[in-house]
């Protein structure tokens, strides 16, 4: 069969974790979607348009990637588009037993799906789009963080120039 492989996230923002972890993904599979979750009961920084969009434009040199956003269940998302395989990143152990949890509740919900973990370079293992969002909040320089892009729309958002 052929492997479709989802990367679904909150990417609020897209950091330079997360693009590590598609460079990664992006040698192993030729059909890698990324799945904005549009979740109405967390509130985000950014919109799922603006997400999408920061992401469009700091993906476009990767040719394995399509985006889109998803809502509902991750399962009922990947059954609908055909996907058998689930990305996501593991930083550090703090990771784990939520990553697990989630792992062994979407395999209960769909037996078709697999997770493939993976582990971003050592320089990110700490970094979260929390974090950014956090330093950018208190004017941080998060230009070792995210992409040049990504850093403007943040000073947009805090109304902030560096
Ligand atoms: O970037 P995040 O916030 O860690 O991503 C979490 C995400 C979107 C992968 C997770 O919350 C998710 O799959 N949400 C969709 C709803 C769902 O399927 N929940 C059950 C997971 S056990």
């Known amino acids: 069969m052929k492997t479709k492989a989802i990367y679904p996230g909150s990417f ?7 693009l590590d972890l598609l460079k990664r993904s992006c040698k192993i599979f030729e059909d890698l979607t990324i799945a904005v979750v549009v979740n109405p009961h967390k509130k985000a920084l950014f919109s799922v348009e603006e997400r999408v969009a920061m992401i469009r434009k700091v993906t476009s040199s990767f040719s394995c990637i399509k985006i889109d956003k998803f809502d509902g ?3 009922d998302y990947a059954r609908k588009i055909n996907a058998n395989v689930v990305i996501r990143g593991l930083r550090a152990i703090a990771d784990f037993e939520y990553e697990f949890q989630m792992a062994l509740v979407n395999r209960s919900l769909n037996s078709r799906l697999d997770m493939v973990y993976m582990m971003p370079s050592v320089e990110y293992t ?3 789009s929390s974090i950014v969002r956090e ?3 208190l004017q941080g320089d998060v230009s070792k963080f995210v992409p040049a892009y990504v850093e403007k729309k943040l000073r947009e958002k805090f ?4």
């Open 12 to 18: 609020d923002p897209i950091t330079f974790g997360h």
């Open 73 to 75: 269940l991750l399962v």
């Open 126 to 128: 700490y970094l979260s």
């Open 135 to 137: 330093l950018a909040s």
């Open 159 to 162: 109304k902030y120039a560096r």
